[in-house]
């Protein structure tokens, strides 16, 4: 019978033997065991030497109208959307635009909504779509998120835009509230004095102050309720706010039409004209608080 520690010991003599024979022959071949040592460093190299971690720059044709109001704002804003857009200018025929994607002689091809306006109006998305030649899954993939990035910034122009169209119609606004504010100074002057005609011409003209204005000022309170509700402000709607005081204005104005319906004190009319005084001063300071707005 065998002895086991006998056993052992002829597999680690012929291990060692092995290793012996490989070692010797390593050491013969000094090019092998460069080869061995150094490979793995090269392929590295040569993989970083080739790496860019910079996004690729992407030939864009845009595919618009001839003429129409879309080709004009995207002459205007493509060329500065970003570093990574390459603009390559507009055209009205799609087929050579495609022509041309497929010669490679453009990276991407960007269809503009046929009636971007009329779309929007219906309550759908005016779409723009992208055409690419990649086949690539990475630069696919890198692609969707460009297009992702440029119409986002985009979207945020347009709202900038649109911020600061309404900050420009504000003087009209502003000066609908001082016409506002005179009549319900003339209001509590007529009261003061018993003039029971002059109240209700003032009452009647102040109707008109808030209801324009009312009107006028749906865009900014939009804009200021959009910034309260992101920033979790506690503030009170303006919306029901500019509500209310329509509903003072047209309440009062019924009272002063029928003066028998409240008895022969004014008090409470005066009452009532100061609290819209009031709601006219909230909504100044609103409006200052918008026109202040820095559109981006």
Do not use: C
């Amino acid at each position: 019978m065998l002895n086991p520690l006998k056993a052992l010991g002829k597999i680690i003599i012929r291990s060692a033997a092995f290793i012996r024979k490989e070692v010797f022959t390593l050491v013969r071949q000094p090019q092998l065991l460069l080869t061995l040592v150094l490979g793995p460093f090269l392929i590295l190299l040569i993989f970083g030497v080739g790496y860019r971690n910079e996004a690729p720059i992407l030939d864009t044709l845009f595919v618009a109208q001839p003429g129409s109001q879309v080709e004009e704002q995207i002459k205007v804003y493509a060329p500065t959307l970003g570093p990574q857009l390459a603009f390559s200018g507009v055209t009205g025929d799609l087929e050579s635009a495609f022509e041309r994607l497929s010669r490679g002689d453009i990276d991407l091809v960007v269809v503009s909504p046929a009636d971007a306006a009329a779309t929007i109006q219906q309550g759908k998305q005016a779409e723009f779509q992208l055409y690419h030649a990649e086949i690539d899954p990475y630069q696919v993939n890198y692609i969707k998120y460009f297009g992702e990035i440029y119409i986002g910034e985009v979207n945020r122009r347009v709202l900038e835009a649109i911020t600061a169209q309404g900050q420009a119609e504000a003087e009209d606004l502003r000066q609908e509230l001082q016409a506002a504010k005179d009549n319900t100074r003339a209001i509590q002057q007529a009261l003061d004095a018993s003039d029971e005609l002059a109240t209700q011409q003032h009452t009647a003209s102040l109707v008109g102050n808030v209801d324009r204005i009312a009107l006028a000022m749906g865009a900014s309170l939009a804009v200021l309720n959009t910034v309260d509700g992101m920033v979790g402000s506690e503030n009170t709607a303006q919306e029901i706010e500019i509500t209310s005081l329509r509903e003072q204005v047209q309440a009062l104005n019924g009272a002063v039409k029928n003066p028998n319906s409240t008895g022969t004190t004014s008090d409470p009319w005066k009452a009532q004209v100061g609290e819209i005084a009031a709601g006219l001063d909230s909504l100044e300071s609103q409006l200052a608080t918008f026109t202040q707005l820095e559109p981006a």
